[in-house]
Each structure stands twice: as structure tokens, then as C-alpha cells.
């Protein structure tokens, strides 16, 4: 949902002659809101999706702006534009990814439970690791890069050999009834099933495993590696589409560009959900304001003891999802009422509000849009 040119939103509206998005806006640019058309050259600045995650995707991380510029002057057959791409999941069910690197000292109980990684890394690389203090954070991500980087390089049959001398390890402690999770047992063999033979099954002893509850949300600046591994969710991002790969995946792979940009700062997984804060102005708005100009969203819980509700009108364009909830809505800027119900898309020009007659008891709605 959104105008990126790979992906332009269809108007199921068949009175409006422009058939995208994309056409829509540039014809009616005003609709961006000033400070958003200004801001963003007439585009949209933001990306909406609904991802239904059952296998996981790709180990990847996007570039900054600088970085985008160079991929796409260079590459551009595989980094379509040059934009960053900031993004945020809020999850619709429990919700499992990886993001971020984990704090040290459980990587290293890793190489130290785990000879096939240890094997990998090499045993130079991986006592640098061991022996870095917490003191120098700077000497930590050095020795974090140098074992990371000399990972997703390895060789492929060696790691091939690795890998499956783990697996088959794992799956026999697993029949015995030992606890395999000083190895991270069960997510190797989920993700192994899933991409036998692939070096990204090893990114599980490197980067937190974060875990949402519905209504959660989990931010990725610049350079900052992540898998999303399982559940439903909403996605927003900054209208881009580069993303830089290196493993979990049959697309084109960027290994030598990934462990470059990388993020090595070492956190703990729960400092990777993002609040969201209740609005001031309508309890029944929570707002998750990511630190990138790009993009906000907006969660909208209308309880059951609501008939009718004011989509109220802000200063930037928005898209106007709804995940549960049955209601008609009605716009001086519509020419006739809206039925609305889950799945439903609205497309909200600057400045237009939205009346909401609810035929069901309660909704459940995101709003994407842009707070300058």
C-alpha cells in the first residue's frame, strides 16, 4: 500500500480515472500536505504492508541514505532506488524475529557451547571476542565484526559440512530428551528445515531473538541486521525498496556490503521493542514514532461501546487499514459512503476527516502517515 513504482497501489474506485496511486498523487500533489510535499519532493514517503511471515525471510539489513545513493549508482539491477529504508512491524499475533546484535556475553556461550560455530569462526577470531571487555565498547564491535564477517564468509563446503554435523548433533540430543538450548536447538532445526545448507541458520548465535505480543512493535534503523522468522504483522517503511541480503534466502545475496554496513553494537533483545504511547488528544489512539521523519502509525482500538467515531484530519496523506471491524464511513471528500470492513483500504488526503458509523461492536484500524 503505497506509490513506490514497483509496487504502485491499484484505485478500486472505478469514477477516479487514474488507475494508481502513484498517478493519483502526482495529479493532485496538494494532498500530501504542504509540509510533506515540500519535505518529500511530491511523494508519499512511506510504504504500508500486511506480512503474513510462516517461513522465515531473508537475513538482511537497509542502507542509509549515503550508502542506498552508491548501491544504486552501481547496482541498480538489484537496489532499485536510492532511498534509505527505516522500518517498523507492529505485530498482529505473537510475532518471532531476529534483531540486532545480542549482548556478548551470550555469543560467547555460544562459540563455547557450539564447536561447529567456534570451527567457523576460528579460534583467533573467537578468543578476541572472548577477552574483549565490556569497558571498551569500541574494541567489542571490532571483534564482533571480525567474527561475524569471517562467518558469512566461509567457505561454502566447509560450512555446508558444519552445518549438517550440527544438525544432525542437535536432532539426536533433541530424540533423547536433552535441553538443547545452550545451542538454540529448536530455532536451528526450524530454520534449517526451512533452508537446508544455509549459512544463515548460523545468524541465530549473533542476533537477539525478539518476541512481540499483539499491538508490539519492533523499529530497524540503518544497518541494523534482522530476520523476521514467524507471524502476522503490519509493516511501514520510508518508500524504498533496497535491501542488502546474505542469507535465509534464494534472492541475490550482498555479503561483502552487509558486513561492512553493519550496526555492531551489542544490546539486549528487549531493548528492541519500541513503545507506543496513547495519544493525548484520543485515548483511543496509540502512536508509534519512529526517530526518522519518514513515517508514524497510528493504532486505532474503537471499543464496543462506540457507534461513531471521527477519523480525525491531520497536516500529511495517510492509508487507513482495517483489521477487524465492520462500519460505514462517510466524507465530505467521498462521493458516497464508504462500507468498511477487514481488509478494507482508505486513502486519506491531508486535511479530510472521516466519519465512522460502526455496524459492529468495536475496530481495530492502523493509520500510516507522516508527522512533520
Known amino acids: 500500500m503505497g506509490a513506490h513504482p514497483r509496487g504502485d497501489a491499484l484505485i478500486r474506485d472505478n ?61 541498480p539491477e538489484h537496489y532499485p532506488d536510492a532511498n534509505h529504508k527505516p522500518e517498523m512491524a507492529i505485530a498482529l499475533t505473537p510475532f518471532e524475529g531476529m534483531c540486532g546484535f545480542r549482548p556478548v556475553e551470550e555469543i560467547v556461550s555460544f562459540l563455547q557451547n557450539v564447536p561447529e560455530l567456534r570451527a567457523l569462526i576460528g579460534e583467533v577470531a573467537a578468543e578476541q571476542l572472548e577477552r574483549s571487555g565490556s569497558d571498551d565498547p569500541r574494541g567489542v564491535s571490532a571483534a564482533l565484526r571480525v567474527c561475524f564477517t569471517r562467518l558469512m564468509k566461509s567457505e561454502k563446503k566447509f560450512f555446508v559440512d558444519q552445518l549438517n554435523m550440527l544438525v544432525k548433533r542437535i536432532s539426536q540430543e533433541a530424540a533423547e530428551g536433552k535441553d538443547t538450548s545452550g545451542s538454540n536447538g529448536d530455532l536451528l532445526l526450524q530454520l534449517h528445515s526451512q533452508y537446508p545448507g544455509d549459512i544463515g541458520c548460523f545468524t541465530i548465535y549473533f542476533l537477539n531473538l525478539v518476541r512481540l505480543e499483539p499491538g508490539e512493535a519492533m523499529f530497524l534503523g540503518a544497518n541494523e541486521p534482522h530476520a523476521y522468522l514467524h507471524g502476522d504483522c503490519v509493516e511501514i517503511m520510508a518508500c524504498s525498496d533496497n535491501t542488502v541480503r546474505a542469507g535465509l534466502t534464494p534472492k541475490f545475496i550482498d555479503v561483502l556490503t552487509l558486513c561492512e554496513m553493519l550496526n555492531y553494537t551489542p544490546a539486549p533483545s528487549s531493548s528492541k521493542i519500541f513503545p507506543a504511547a496513547q495519544s493525548q488528544l484520543d485515548p483511543h489512539v496509540y502512536l508509534y514514532d519512529p526517530p526518522v521523519p519518514d513515517f508514524t502509525i497510528m493504532r486505532i482500538e474503537i471499543p464496543a461501546s462506540i457507534k461513531l467515531y471521527l477519523i480525525s484530519a491531520m497536516d500529511s496523506a495517510s492509508i487507513l487499514l482495517v483489521i477487524q471491524g465492520t ?32 455496524s459492529s461492536p468495536g475496530m481495530l484500524l492502523f493509520r500510516a502517515c507522516c508527522l512533520l
Open 15 to 75: 469514477r477516479i480515472p487514474q488507475k494508481t496511486l502513484g498517478q493519483w498523487i502526482a495529479d493532485n500533489p496538494a494532498c500530501l500536505g504542504a509540509k510533506v510535499k515540500d519535505a518529500f519532493q511530491g511523494q508519499l514517503p512511506f510504504l504500508f504492508k500486511v506480512l503474513s511471515v510462516n517461513t522465515a525471510l531473508s537475513v538482511q539489513a537497509h542502507p542509509n541514505k549515503e550508502l542506498a545513493a552508491k548501491l544504486h549508482a552501481q547496482f
Open 327 to 358: 462500519a460505514v464511513g462517510t466524507s465530505t471528500a467521498a462521493a458516497s459512503e464508504m462500507s468498511l470492513q477487514r481488509g478494507s483500504v482508505l486513502f486519506i488526503s491531508a486535511n479530510e476527516s472521516i466519519s465512522l458509523h460502526l
